[in-house]
């Protein structure tokens, strides 16, 4: 599985961005897709999951409100709306197909992922 993910760049406080990521197949069709990101100095951290039917959405409470994740199955494309930027959102983000082996309640890790896409960079200025 390749993913490519775009959508990433320079935005102010308050403002929006969608980033988008693309997959090559969907193997992992019944499994989730999964959003992290990682600024400098810090390990990469969970922001949200969705499953390609766009159930099984949830979001880390730091974005929870602000950002969306969604599907398009015929596109095998997840987006991740991201609104009400904060200076604190600055990082790069990646998206990530889930391994089949995992459980929905593991999606929160890493460790949880077999397949990362390149990252896109989000700058948020204040």
């Known amino acids: 599985v390749q993913l490519q993910a775009s959508g990433g760049g320079l935005v102010q406080a308050g403002g929006s961005l969608r980033l988008s990521c693309a997959a090559s197949?969907?193997?992992?069709?019944?499994?989730?897709m999964g959003w992290f990101r990682q600024a400098p100095g810090k390990e990469r951290e969970f922001v949200a999951h969705?499953?390609?039917?766009?159930?099984?959405?949830f979001y880390a409470d730091s974005v929870k409100g602000r950002f969306t994740a969604s599907v398009d199955g015929a596109k095998n494309t997840v987006y991740l709306q991201m609104n009400s930027l904060k200076v604190e959102d600055t990082a790069v983000y990646y998206c990530?197909?889930?391994?089949?082996?995992?459980?929905?309640?593991?999606?929160?890790?890493?460790?949880?992922?077999?397949?990362w896409g390149q990252g896109t960079q989000v700058t948020v200025s204040s």
């Open positions: 990530a197909a889930r391994k089949p082996t995992t459980i929905l309640s593991a999606a929160r890790e890493v460790t949880s992922y077999a397949f």
């Open positions: 969705i499953t390609w039917n766009g159930s099984g959405a």
């Open positions: 197949t969907r193997t992992f069709s019944n499994r989730g």
